[in-house]
């Protein structure tokens, strides 16, 4: 597990924009899982997951139709475990338009975990999140580490990522430090 820590703008978000393909890099190469993510974005997508910076999930869903989609997405039963791994089991039937910003950062985690992903990719994950929710999250995402999973995570919180990742980066003005 690799934090990526910097403050705003150090340019967090542009590196995970990168990395999933959704930017065309200026110069340079850029290997995720040994491909260019930003010309094999679709075959990666099956083995990354990813939590963007800001939601895009379907706000007229509920949390089950949401996960279930994903699921389906990546050739997935139905895992009910996701949602007591994100602690959304009470809202499985609320619209995601309900939901609160903590909430929907837990969703997005648990829709990138749908594909049993080999890396993941989290910009920010604990961002609007209570002291309790953070926690559980980083301990979901140490399970995944510990399971074989890479994790590549954002954030603003340095005294967490000393805790709790393998290594940290410091990201200042675009430049690793």
Known sequence: ??????????????????????????GGTIRV???????ERRRLATEVGVVPQDSGLAPDLTVT?????????????????????????????MRVRQLSGGERRRLDLAVALCGRPRLLLLDEPTSGLDPDSRART?????????????VLVSTHYPEEAEGLADRIVVMDGGMLR
């Not at 934090?3 to 890099?25: D, F």
């Open 1 to 26: 597990m690799v934090a990526l820590v910097g403050v705003n703008g150090a340019g967090k978000t542009t590196t995970m924009e990168l990395l999933i393909g959704h930017r065309r890099p200026a």
């Open 65 to 93: 139709e949401t996960l279930r989609l994903w699921l389906r997405l990546h050739r997935r039963p139905v895992a009910t475990e996701l949602l007591g791994a994100v602690d959304l089991e009470h809202r499985a039937g």
């Open 138 to 150: 980083w301990k979901l995402l140490r399970e995944h580490r510990d399971a074989g999973t890479s």
């Open 33 to 39: 899982l040994g491909r260019d993510p930003y010309a």
